[in-house]
């Protein structure tokens, strides 16, 4: 935790815009969030076709006391939210893509997801968890978990498990000296990817591989295969990381941030589910199991609002 103090106190204007600008989304995914459900929440959630789903919204509900449970297990609206009167521009910008897509909550809950396959929206989502000090935390991660001489090392090799829209690549090439391969099944994704690096100088430094977390090989395995809230974004969470750790040496390093369900689970990841994901995140117990089960051993492990683990490949 001495590595998260001291950030806080090299950036404190970062830290603090960070704070603020996640109160005031919260405050607003939570009104919509309402808004939208209230009617539907007289409903037991086990009544609803996708029950997972449908508990994770009403434990949010009821944990945010907006609402407050029945003995049937639906719930009751004891409080509705209003957004914040001076939204944060970072916050505001995300009001059109939560209009979007919270009201198709129901019928998803209902078993009619739909799939958002709207590149314009997903860069909105992109942007609205930027703002949200999404990449901030992500360097906060590497630099908690990966050890400083791996770091350090030009002749390291790291796989980006998911990379996205890149920005977790671009977190990985900040920090370290070595080479990033970006992983993604997405064209425009890895094409991002090179643009970033592009643009900040270091395109000799990445090199891209299209391919889905449980099934891309790489040429030579990795030092480290890093894996950034990815996993619940996987159709098979246990295969993902077992080839991640499959695509990285004896010795090397199987690095997880991952956000998990808990008490404090935000209602964010609720977009999250709405624009695709085939599930919701993992509590830290499944977490654990999923990387005991390959037989992993965690070096580090670091609890903040995501669980973050170092495990190394025997």
């Not at 007289?42 to 434990?59: F, G, I, L, M, S």
């Not at 939560?98 to 198709?104: F, K």
Request: glycine share 6%; proline share 6%.
């Amino acid at each position: 935790m001495s590595a998260l103090l001291g950030l806080a106190l090299r950036e404190p204007g970062t830290l603090l815009k960070v704070a603020r600008v996640v109160k005031a989304a919260r405050r607003l995914v939570l009104a919509k969030l309402v808004e939208v459900m209230e009617p539907e929440v007289k409903r037991p959630w086990h009544a609803w076709a996708d029950k997972r789903a449908a508990r994770y919204v009403y434990e949010v509900l009821a944990r945010e006391g907006v609402a407050r449970w029945r003995e049937d297990g639906s719930l009751e609206v004891v409080k509705r939210p209003r957004p914040p009167a001076d939204l944060p521009v970072e916050v505001a910008d995300a009001a059109p893509l939560l209009d979007r897509l919270l009201p198709h909550l129901p019928e998803a809950l209902e078993g009619r997801r739909r799939y958002f396959t709207d590149r314009e929206l997903m860069l909105a989502y992109a942007k609205f968890l930027d703002n949200l000090g999404y990449n901030w935390f992500r360097k906060l991660a590497l630099s908690l978990l990966l050890p400083a001489e791996l770091r350090r090392s030009e002749q390291a090799v790291f796989a980006d498990v998911g990379a996205g829209m890149g920005l977790s690549t671009l977190a990985l090439l900040e920090l370290t000296r070595g080479t990033v391969v970006a992983v993604d099944p997405y064209d425009e994704n890895l094409e991002n990817v090179r643009d970033y690096a592009a643009v900040h100088r270091a395109e000799r430094r990445v090199r891209t591989l299209r391919g889905y977390a449980e099934d891309f090989e790489l040429e030579a395995p990795a030092d480290a295969a890093v894996m950034i809230n990815v996993l619940h974004w996987c159709n098979s969470p246990q295969l993902a990381l077992r080839n991640a750790a499959r695509n990285v040496k004896r010795g090397g390093y199987v690095t997880v941030a991952q956000a998990v369900l808990a008490k404090y689970s935000y209602a964010g990841d609720i977009i999250a589910y709405l624009l695709g994901a085939p599930r919701f995140p993992p509590t830290r117990r499944e977490l654990h199991r999923m990387i005991a089960d390959e037989g992993l051993k965690v070096e580090k492990r670091v609890n903040l609002a995501w669980e973050l683990v170092l495990a190394k490949v025997p």
